[in-house]
């Protein structure tokens, strides 16, 4: 029997892979539940003011090639500019190693292992190595990294500054102006729900504050300027207040923050650069001479 193009492609077998029961099967369901068709039984089961007057116009099917195309075409629309916002964003050198075997290679990201459904091999394993670079590049005793974002582990931070401040009456957290405004709205969202009052003034104005339990300071800030806190994290910790500083893909030496007095740092990723990068980088950062 000849066949049309149309016909050999069998658009009717996804619903019927992913749709199990046959007309039949749903037809027993249905006189044992006491419904005459599946639009009266879901009439019945979903209340009347969120259900649509009738079915979405999405049009007719596409296979995966017209929908590959349509998506194409879509995208070709799109300008690409070149980008000034700041916020911590900046073009890195990504190794042609790193990029064709693991952020292009779906299976390393994907797989699932057995003893950890939630996050796969590769991802676990991405982690493990952020956590390495951090302590290296910092010299901090503990790394600990997951996949929050910055802002998220900024707020952490700022509660566990709290948990384990020995000024147990202060109430307060300094926060420079010139973090992230992704990194303020989350950490300012999260200091409501805990009722802590925040102070949002220049990195020098938290001395200022005697009744501070953290300060949160960016090393660059969200304009690009790198800042060395080594004298005022100096004056704060002699204060017992809990210091953190927001690091952004910034590659200082090892020990460098440490070497600052910092309890805590967080790292939105590592950037891999080239090894005279690194060596520009740790210089402007801590203004050492050549």
């Known amino acids: ?18 749709i199990g029961p046959s007309p039949e099967q749903q037809a027993m369901m249905l006189d044992a539940m006491g419904a005459p068709s599946l639009e009266a039984l879901i009439g019945t089961i979903v209340p009347a003011d969120i259900q649509l007057p ?16 349509e998506l194409k075409a879509i995208a070709s629309q799109n300008l690409r500019y070149k980008s000034w916002i700041g916020m911590g964003y900046s073009a890195v050198i990504t190794p042609p190693v790193i990029l064709r075997n693991m952020l292009e290679n779906l299976g390393w990201y994907t797989a699932y292992t057995p003893y950890q459904p939630e996050v796969s091999q590769g991802r676990l394993e991405a982690l493990l190595n952020f956590q390495q670079v951090t302590l290296d590049l910092t010299g901090m005793d503990i790394a600990s990294a997951s996949l929050l974002d910055e802002a998220t582990a900024a707020a ?19 926060i420079a102006d010139d973090i992230h405004p992704q990194t303020l709205d989350v950490v300012r969202t999260r200091a409501e729900t805990f009722g802590f009052e925040m ?79 690194l060596r520009r980088s740790s210089r402007r950062l801590l203004r050492q001479p050549r």
């Open 199 to 277: 102070i949002i003034d220049r990195a020098e104005k938290a001395q200022d504050h005697d009744d501070l339990f953290g300060v949160l300071l960016q090393q660059v800030g969200t304009t690009g300027e790198a800042h060395d806190y080594s004298a005022l994290i100096a004056t704060l910790k002699a204060r017992k207040v809990g210091q953190r500083r927001s690091r952004f893909h910034v590659a200082g030496p090892a020990g460098s923050t440490r070497q600052a007095g910092c309890r805590y740092c967080l790292w939105l990723r590592a950037t891999l650069w080239r090894a005279d990068g």
């Open 1 to 18: 029997m000849t066949q049309t193009l149309s016909q050999l492609e069998h658009n009717g077998a996804f619903i019927e892979r992913h």
């Open 54 to 69: 009738g079915p979405p116009a999405v049009g007719e099917a596409a296979t995966e090639q017209q929908a590959l195309a």
């Open 156 to 174: 952490e931070a700022m509660a566990m500054a709290r948990r384990v401040s020995k000024l147990k009456n202060a109430n307060k957290f300094f």
